[in-house]
């Protein structure tokens, strides 16, 4: 029988944690403001590709979705601040 997980989300809709039935922590989530996952900080092994603001994370392309919008003001506006 599978085990239902929960995801635990922030006010963005980003996962901060996942857990099973049981309360277990499965994976946990840390973001810098701009969506990429925080190196050393994360804890991975349930398979969740919704993280940053709930978004599906794109792992074979390897875009991060607060990088898109990077890119896309980049090349509107010529800078990011």
């Not at 980003?14 to 039935?21: F, K, L, P």
């Amino acid at each position: 029988m599978n085990n239902a997980c929960y995801y635990l989300t922030d006010h963005l809709g980003s996962t901060r944690a996942v857990v099973d039935d049981q309360g277990t922590v499965l994976e946990t989530f840390d973001y810098y403001p701009f969506g990429l996952l925080m190196p050393k900080r994360n804890t991975a092994g349930a398979g969740t590709l919704e993280k940053f603001t709930g978004k599906e994370r794109d792992d074979e392309g390897g875009a991060e979705p607060g990088l898109i919008w990077c890119a896309v003001l980049r090349s509107c506006f010529g800078a990011v601040a």
